[in-house]
Every structure is written in C-alpha cells, then in structure tokens.
C-alpha cells in the first residue's frame, strides 16, 4: 500500500494491531504462568515449541507470499501459537504443537490470505483438526503436580520428545470428561461431581484441564484487562456466558440429575477461555455490537448443546468455529443503524415542525388556561 | 436540559492549550492577496473588476454567479494585478480562477463602510448608536436583511462555506423551534471560535439574534463544548439579557461541531436521511457566522477577514489572528507565530478533516478557522497493515456506518456494495481512521468512491442527454419523413382525383 499522504485526518489515536496483540498476551500471561506451575517442565517445552512454530511458519509464509516479514512484528502470529498453547493438554508431545501451529498459520491463516482475511480462529482450527486426528494425544490430562519441579527438566524432556510413556497413574479426567463419562454408566451426577470436585478447586483451577484453561479466577483478571484497556467489548463474553448460564439453570432446575448447574458450566472447561480470548478474536468475529451479540449468543448456546448432548465432553472450539461461518452473514443482516435512517435503511421521518408546534402551542394554551 | 448524546465519536487530544490563551491578534497587510473565485458552495464569482483598476477596502470586485454562488470583496484598498489562475487552497496543489489585489498600505475603506477599525474594539459604536442601528435593523424585512447578507458575501465559516443567505432563506420557508449556534470547535488545535466567543460574544449575540429575526426562531441556542469554559462564561454573561437564548454546555467529544451531530445531542432528534436540518425545526450557523452576520448588518462590512488559529508543532507561538481573506499561508505564519521547525505537513482546517497544503503560496479562503504546521510525530502516520475487522471504526462511526466494509468495497472499485453500507451518509469526519488500529486511510477510500460516483453520475448524465438528443432527431426525421409521405400520398390521391374527375 502506497503512503502518500493524502486525505484527512491527519492525527491518530497511536493505537496500533501490534499493541492490541500485546494487550492480549500480556492477559495471557497469569493463566499461562498458572498453567506452567500446574503442569510443570513439559507444558513450558510445549509452550514454546508451539509459539516458536507458529513465529517461523508466518516468517516463512510472509516470504513465500512476498509480504514484508516486519508484518510478523504485529504478533498476531505469536498470540495465534499461543492461545493454540494454551487450548492443549499440557503434557501432549512435541509434534503436537508443530503440527497444530502450522495448520493454525499455514492453513488457517495465510492460506486464506494472511492477518484479517481467515474465516476461521486459526488456533481453533488447528485444535479441531489434531483433535479429530490424534484423539488418544488431545484427551490425555496430566493431573496437576504439586510443586512445579514434581517433574525435573530431563524427564520433561522425555515426555515431550515422546519417549516416555505417560502412565495412568499421572492422568486423570477433566471435569467435563468424568461429567459425560458417569452420565453415560448412569451414576447418579449430583454425588459424583460433588465428590470430585470443589469450588475453591474449580476457581483456582487445581484439576486437570488444557494448559491455560484450568484457572477460572485468572483468565477472568485477563479478561478484565481486556475489558479495561478496551481491547475487547463485553457484548462477545457477556452474551456467551450468560447464554450458557441461562441454558444451565433451565436445564438444571428441569432434572438436577442429568444436567449439571451453573457454575459447574461456568468455571470449568475452556468456555472462560474461550469467551473473553477466542471468540472475542477480531477478524473472526462479528464487527457491530448488535453482531456481536448474536455471535456470543450463539457460541454459548452450541457450547452447551455439544457438552450436553453432543459426543464431546467439551464443545466450546466446535461452536465457535460453526459460528465463524456464520460471521459474514451476520455482519450483512446486522448492521447499525444509520443516523437519520430506520432500521431498514428509509429516511427517519418525524411529524412535521407545524404540528409539532401546534402541539406545543395547545398544550401552552391549555397551561395558560388552567389557572383561569 | 438534559443532553442525549450522538453515537460513537472519538476523543483526539486537544492541543488547544497551545493557543487558547492568545488574544486575537491583527497582521500586518501582505504584499498579496490572491483570493480564489469560489471559496464557497455553488459556482464561481465572476469578477466584476479589470487589471490595473484600483479598488477600495470592501469593494464588490466580483458578483454570484448563476446558481448557488456568492460574491467576493476586496479586503483591503491596493490594485488588481492579475486575473486569472491562482495557486488554489486544495491539496492537488493545483490552480483556480482568482484575482489578485496588490495592497497599497492605506487600507482606504469605502464610504458606506461604518467599521474600519482593526478589531480591537468589539463593538465600536457607542451604545445610543448602536441602540439606533439596532432598532433600524429588526425595523427591516428578513428579505431585506437576507439580501444584504448574499450581497456581503458572507458564507458558513465552519467549514462547509454554504452561502448564509441562501440558507435563511430556505429556512424562512419553514418553521424553525431552534437556531442552533454551533460553538463546538470539535477540531483540535482550532481556538479561533474560542478565541472569538470570549473577545467578541457580544457581537456574536447580536448576530444570533440577526438570524433569529430573519427567520422568526423562537428560541437560539449557543452550544459550546465543556472544554472552553471561558468562552461559555462570556456567552452566558452576552446572552444574559436575553430570556429566549440559552448557552448549553455539551461534552466534549468529535464531531460534536457537526451540525448533524450538535442536533443530535442537544434535540434528541435526527435529521432524516436526505433532508435539511430545517426537517426537525433547527437551523444551525457557526459563531463566526453569526459574528460575520453582525459585522455586515452593523457595520456594513462584507466577509473580507477571518479569526485563523495558526497552531501545531512547527510553529514556534501559536496564536489566533484575524487575517484577511486571500493572505498567503507564508504571510500568516512568517508574522503570526513563525516557524521553529520545518513542518512535515501544512494544513487548512482541523487535523480531523483539514486538507493539506502543497505549498504555503496557498491563500486563506473563508471556510478555513486554522492553518497548521504539523511535525511528523503529531501526524503518526506510520505503516499501514490489513484490516484487522477490529470493529473500532463501526464503534467511532457517529453516522452509524460500517467504516471497513464501505473501504472494502470502494478499494473493490465495487461502489454500489459502498453505497449499500451507507456512503452517502458518510460526513468524512475522519473518526474512523482517527482510531484504525492498522492505520488505513479510510477516509481516503471514502473520498475516492465519492468522487467516482459522482464521475459516473456526471457521464450517465451526458451519455442520457446524447441519447435523448439522438432519440429526438429520429422522432424528428420520422415526423418529417411521415409529413413528406402523407404529403406524397395527399399529392397523389389529389391527382387521382383530379384524373378521375377529368375522367
């Protein structure tokens, strides 16, 4: 693009794409660290290979495109690897991440035409994709450590170079995963969940989960610094999570046995994580608030529907890629209204100025004549 | 009054702290004046004056042409030199038809021009004439006062230059709640409006209530942002005498001075799609409108001069100053602030929406309220990405629109899709782009299908009226050839007759 200066104005706000994806890291940032103290050594290699890839295929791209590589200073790549980081679990090997963070970058992005162009959350592409492909390696869940050197640097290694075997002992099911398991043999939920699983646990996120998804407590601080540098609106999040929440106390007060309440919905699984990082993602999401509302909507209710009915325990990277799809078609149909325009797009109209004053001048009239 | 406000806007800073304090100050005369033909909305003024002839301060030296138009003064007494192309206050750099006057020094007014002074005083007159002039001018007729208003010249001096008493005129027509005067100044680094509300409120009172005459408002209200507040105290003191005018005090934000906009936030009202401000019963003028409106019914003094702020980083102390029109952009900053740095880009207007000029030969026309010397770092102007679909810019829209789509599709040459996401409505205020993460010149896109819309219009236009002119002649040539054959066959049927009679 040429950069003659042509056209007004001539003044920004110095807001740049760069800072934006730097807002969003930094959010990242406690879930994250959470996540590296909870799972250990392996889950910092994975983090790394993962963001590393994702850096070097955008090089990579960019020059095989002709683009200029500073393009992959904006760091949307690196949020890209990261996010994907933090939507796995935090022991999966090494080739995991590589192969995830290519298809986020290779397919899910440049392929489409690089930054702003994709149609589809890159990084949720890439999980969907290893998920259905490498199922046995995306659902095996370390149980959390209890100190962060649990795991020393050489056997961090080995796990994440794949030579060795994760025993049983060292796993254990998330929330959602022990929830649709138990369903399905017909426990009685109410007592297995409660046994399993206690608020503070949940909050604080001490249970099994993907590497950054664990801690409800810190991805909502994230979520809030998003919120107040203005990186992200409410209207994406708020509309997710209330859907769900809504969803969850209808269901739940129709048969406490077979649906499960509110905050379990709410605080565990990747449905924070993915309504304040991932659904709220720019280019593929809604550009109207009124858009947006309907998106949010939308991802809620297809999380709910998949981890209830559906044949994942979690659902929330299927719902927000179905609803992707739909972006382009929300953002024809739900545009803002035009000043001085209805809805439809006719000019506003207004009872002409006469009888406006007319009106005025009775109703003055009337006031005048009362006293008398 | 409680005050609902317009959708989105944005919050650039100010920097009006850089003049706001500096009391209107008079320039020495230039060495030239080149004052374009049309600094106004509608067609140019043509020049009623010759090369060589010598011409008085507030002389008439060019009539309205056809149409919408307005005439053109000569701001001060010197000889025309040259008419013809002029360099034009336009960011191509280009030239327009002008005259340019050659000052004599003396500054000679003409006979019938009461004010002559240089502005120091706001109101000259003392009070009993001043209470004469007053009672003589709502004595008059508002054709008769509309009349002297096109006869000065005097156009809006917030930006959009629309001829004033064009504008009243049309309002007088309907029925008017509100006369709105527009003391926004949205715009950073303009104080001119400021400057002029607080040295002259006075003035700008009793053109408000001008205007109020010639349209029969029953009511006039100064809207000022809440950032100058010593220009609202001098309002609210002016305006004091007065039941019927009230000074509103509104939130600062862009584009608050958009007469769309300031309707908007102070009546609640929109104004419809396609029609005037008129539709919901308000008028809006600009302050210095009101005050150029004042000058030409008291003093009979044309538009021949201005408030300009002269601001931003290259200028070594920026002030406010009242130039005359046509003053080289050189002349104003060499005496009115000077230069301390090379400026990366000079501007007419706001940096909102302000144009740039090529060349500081520019002369000052009656729309512009600053010129300004921006550094590259005030500007920020850095490498322009691919959308990211934010959204910043539908949420800064205060239209309502969707910034990224109309570019996308202009940028597609696809100006109907542009068109359909409501490029018409666009004010080109800049909010968008103001706030665009990747930096895309928007309102350039905006401006670029703009222009081909109306290229196309024009073509379809004169492609229609050929075709019209051809389908004409054929009709023509096939009523003659049908005359020609009914005259053959009358011809004949008469020699027929004829040889049957003989027969």
Excluded at chain 1, 257 to 271: K, Q
Aim: glycine share 10%; net charge neutral.
């Amino acid at each position: 693009m040429n950069n003659d200066p042509i056209s007004s104005p001539h003044a920004h706000d110095h807001s740049s794409v760069s800072r934006i994806m730097g807002h969003v890291c930094l959010a990242l940032v406690p879930c994250t660290v959470f996540g590296f103290y909870l799972f250990g050594f392996p889950a910092v290699n994975l983090w790394i290979i993962t963001v590393a890839t994702a850096i070097f295929c955008e090089i990579l791209c960019l020059r095989l495109m002709g683009y200029p590589i500073r393009q992959v200073f904006d760091g949307s790549a690196m949020l890209t690897g990261w996010i994907l980081a933090l939507s796995l679990p935090p022991w999966a090997p090494w080739w995991i991440g590589f192969v995830g963070s290519i298809i986020a970058i290779g397919v899910g992005k440049q392929l489409y035409g690089g930054i702003g162009q994709n149609v589809f959350n890159p990084a949720m592409l890439a999980r969907v994709v290893l998920l259905i492909s490498f199922p046995v390696h995306l659902t095996t869940w370390p149980v959390p450590e209890t100190s962060f050197f649990a795991t020393s640097f050489s056997d961090s290694l080995a796990i994440t170079f794949g030579y060795l075997p994760i025993s049983d002992s060292m796993t254990g099911a998330t929330a959602l995963g022990q929830f649709k398991t138990e369903l399905a043999s017909q426990v009685a939920m109410a007592d297995s969940i409660q046994q399993s699983l206690t608020m503070a646990d949940t909050l604080l996120g001490f249970s099994p989960g993907s590497l950054g998804e664990t801690s409800a407590l810190l991805i909502l601080l994230g979520g809030c610094w998003l919120l107040a540098m203005r990186v992200i609106s409410w209207h994406i999040p708020v509309s997710m999570l209330a859907t769900v929440a809504a969803l969850a106390l209808l269901f739940n007060s129709i048969d406490p046995d077979r649906y499960v309440g509110i905050s379990f919905h709410l605080f565990t699984g990747s449905l924070l994580l993915g309504a304040f990082f991932i659904a709220t993602d720019y280019v593929t999401s809604p550009a109207s608030k009124k858009g947006q509302l309907l998106f949010g909507a939308g991802c809620g209710a297809l999380s709910y529907i998949i981890r209830t009915w559906g044949g994942y325990p979690e659902g929330i990277s299927f719902a927000i890629l179905f609803m992707n799809a739909l972006t382009p078609l929300i953002d024809a149909w739900l545009r803002p209204r035009i000043y001085g325009r209805k809805l439809d797009g006719k000019p506003k109209t207004y009872p002409s100025p006469e009888d406006s004053a007319n009106a005025n001048a009775s109703s003055l009239s009337k006031a005048g004549s009362e006293p008398s | 009054m409680w005050l609902s406000l317009f959708r989105g806007g944005v919050h650039p800073d100010g920097f009006k702290e850089l003049s706001a304090t500096e009391a209107i100050r008079q320039l020495p005369l230039p060495s030239q004046l080149n004052l374009p033909l049309r600094q106004h909305a509608g067609t140019e003024s043509l020049p009623v004056v010759e090369v060589g002839e010598t011409v008085l301060k507030g002389q008439l030296i060019g009539r309205a042409g056809r149409g919408l138009s307005a005439p053109l003064h000569a701001p001060t007494s010197g000889q025309i030199t040259h008419i013809g192309p002029i360099v034009a206050a336009h960011p191509s750099g280009g030239n327009t038809r002008g005259i340019t006057i050659e000052p004599d020094g003396k500054d000679t007014p003409l006979a019938s021009m009461g004010w002559t002074g240089s502005g120091q005083h706001e109101i000259s007159d003392s009070n009993a004439l001043l209470e004469d002039k007053l009672q003589h001018i709502f004595a008059q007729a508002p054709e008769v006062l509309a009349k002297r208003l096109a006869d000065a010249g005097i156009v809006g001096m917030g930006g959009a230059s629309f001829p004033s008493a064009v504008k009243l005129s049309m309002a007088s027509h309907q029925s008017i709640n509100t006369l709105i005067i527009n003391g926004g100044e949205c715009e950073p680094y303009l104080t001119s409006d400021d400057r002029l509300m607080q040295e002259r409120s006075q003035a700008i009172v009793l053109g408000a209530r001008f205007i109020q005459h010639i349209i029969k408002a029953p009511a006039i209200a100064i809207v000022i942002e809440d950032n100058k507040s010593d220009a609202i105290a001098a309002m609210t003191i002016a305006s004091a005498d007065y039941e019927d005018i009230e000074v509103i005090t509104v939130p600062t934000r862009y584009p608050m001075g958009s007469a769309k906009q300031m309707i908007q936030a102070v009546t609640k009202k929109e104004v419809p799609a396609g029609s005037r401000s008129t539709e919901v019963g308000v008028l809006v003028h600009n302050v210095a409108t009101a005050h150029a409106i004042y000058q030409c019914l008291t003093e009979n003094r044309p538009l021949i001069s201005r408030i300009v702020t002269l601001s931003g980083g290259a200028i070594a102390q920026p002030q406010n100053v009242e130039a005359l029109i046509g003053t080289p952009i050189r002349h104003l900053i060499e005496h009115g602030g000077g230069l301390k740095e090379a400026p990366s880009r000079l501007l007419m207007g706001g940096p909102m929406m302000g144009q740039i000029m090529p060349t500081d030969q520019a002369p000052l026309i009656k729309g512009a309220g600053g010129v300004l010397a921006l550094l590259e770092k005030e500007i920020n102007d850095t490498h322009r990405s691919p959308c990211i679909r934010c959204g910043r810019c539908v949420e800064a829209c205060p239209m309502g629109l969707m910034p990224l789509e109309i570019a996308n599709h202009s940028r597609a040459q696809n100006f109907e899709g542009a068109v359909d996401y409501g490029l018409a409505d666009c004010l080109l205020c800049g909010s968008c782009a103001y706030i665009c993460p990747s930096h895309i010149p928007l309102v350039h896109y905006f401006q670029y299908a703009k222009g081909e819309i109306s290229r196309q219009k024009a073509n379809q236009k004169r492609t229609d009226y050929t075709r019209e002119l051809s389908a004409n002649r054929r009709q023509r040539q096939e009523q003659e050839a049908a005359a020609k054959a009914a005259a053959k066959a009358a011809k004949a049927k008469r020699r027929k007759r004829k040889t049957e009679k003989t027969n």
